[in-house]
């Protein structure tokens, strides 16, 4: 099985470079068709049509906004460090490729005659090593946008590194119950827990918050605080171009495959098929059928995101960073808690199933009380004067007497039965 760590690092240097060039040729191919299935499937929520022009079903278009792109003049502001600005770029597609390294995609397989997992390499802190190459990411959307030499850029990069850390912090807190349950930290062994049951459905909370967590880590709506048009033109990579404009590109999608990845192994089972799959079919699980399962869910999560981007509205920075702050890690820190009293006490003895719920019972009255307090908080806080609210953001009260100087007065139209020339 592939979750014994002997049997990686024992592979021929061409069986290893042969998984490399595959994975980075998966993760190309599988942006362009994200591309052109997220402008497919909004323009379906739209009632638009979408790409269908260039190849069947459009299915050619992202290849040429590539293409397109590669033959745009390359823009290198006066004002920037021209070192730093042509590196960042390279940084964040290099760690977003990186990741997927640790990321088992199948079980033990012939792999051109040679016995190998279908995983490019596997350790003990296996999950650690992808949040901290994701980390490494960060800094080059920080990096573009200080060495840009524009205030626009700068900004969005001080909004991302901000909201970056701080829903890792609710991610990698939603990932210690699921350490907890594996007792592994290594992907693989995460995967062969889950042989009979998969996590997401023991651990919903730790599921739910890694779901939130994995939109605001990717700057995805409605958490594109970093890209917001209307205040900050296009962000950290404003003043980007060509190729370099491409490779921010490509790693955002690439890091959306990367935290689906990285959901389906912790939380459905991995490479593992469906349930009333593999109660039906004993070899659900054998040779290179685990890839179709592998990547149906993470076109699940895939889903997910195009389906949030096209119904949910951007929400206001300061909300977002308090969600993250007050709500997500609070609450995973609670969770954490209480899986790994349950854990403990379950291992050293069993546990009362009456216990057991009345625990859950008191663990759901906090959470209810949390988000109750939090709301009327907020709201009082915007309701409220800012005169009454020290500190608090300066929303003035809504006039309640006659108009008021310099406002908007209701249009009137005149009407007629008989439109001459001149009136027209």
Request: net charge negative.
């Amino acid at each position: 099985m592939a979750d014994d760590l002997s049997m990686f690092g024992q592979d021929a240097w061409w069986v290893i470079g042969l998984k490399a060039v595959f994975i980075f040729l998966i993760l190309v191919l599988l942006t362009l068709f994200n591309i052109w299935w997220e402008r497919r499937v909004v323009a379906r929520m739209q009632h638009r049509i979408g790409p269908n022009v260039h190849g069947p079903f459009g299915l050619l278009q992202s290849l040429a906004d590539g293409v397109k792109l590669a033959l745009k003049e390359d823009i290198v502001p006066k004002a920037a460090d021209k070192v730093v600005f042509v590196l960042a770029p390279v940084i964040s597609a290099t760690a977003a490729f990186v990741t997927f390294a640790v990321i088992p995609f199948g079980p033990v397989v012939n792999f051109f005659g040679q016995e190998t997992p279908l995983q490019l390499t596997d350790m003990p802190v296996a999950v650690l090593f992808v949040l901290a190459i994701a980390s490494v990411g960060i800094y080059g959307i920080v990096l573009g946008g200080w060495s840009s030499g524009s205030t626009y850029s700068l900004l969005g990069g001080l909004r991302s590194s901000a909201q970056m850390i701080s829903y890792e912090v609710a991610m990698g807190l939603a990932l210690v119950a699921v350490f907890l349950y594996a007792g592994s930290m290594s992907t693989s062994e995460i995967v062969a827990a889950q042989d009979d049951l998969w996590f997401g459905l023991i651990l919903v909370p730790s599921f739910v918050i890694y779901m939130i967590a994995m939109v605001g880590e990717t700057n995805r709506a409605p958490f594109d605080l970093p890209e917001a048009e209307g205040e900050l033109v296009g962000g950290f990579h404003t003043e980007y171009s060509s190729l370099k404009f491409a490779l921010f590109f490509l790693a955002e999608y690439i890091n959306m495959a990367t935290v689906s990845a990285l959901a389906t192994t912790l939380f459905l089972g991995g490479w593992h098929a469906p349930f009333w799959i593999d109660h039906a079919w004993a070899g659900a699980n054998e040779g290179y059928w685990p890839l179709l399962w592998f990547f149906g869910k993470i076109m699940f999560f895939i889903f997910l995101f195009i389906w949030l981007r096209g119904s949910l509205p951007r929400l206001r920075y300061d909300q977002f960073m308090a969600f993250g702050w007050k709500r997500l890690i609070p609450i995973a820190l609670v969770w954490i808690v209480a899986v790994a009293t349950i854990r403990a006490i379950s291992l050293d003895g069993g546990l009362d199933r009456r216990y057991l719920m009345i625990g859950i019972g008191i663990l759901a009255v906090f959470f209810l009380v949390l988000f109750f307090i939090g709301d009327r908080a907020e709201a009082e806080d915007t309701t409220e004067p800012a005169a009454a609210t020290p500190g608090g953001f300066p929303v003035p009260p809504m006039p309640t007497g006659g108009p008021v100087r310099g406002a908007a007065q209701p249009l009137t139209f005149r009407t007629s039965s008989t439109v001459t020339g001149g009136d027209a």
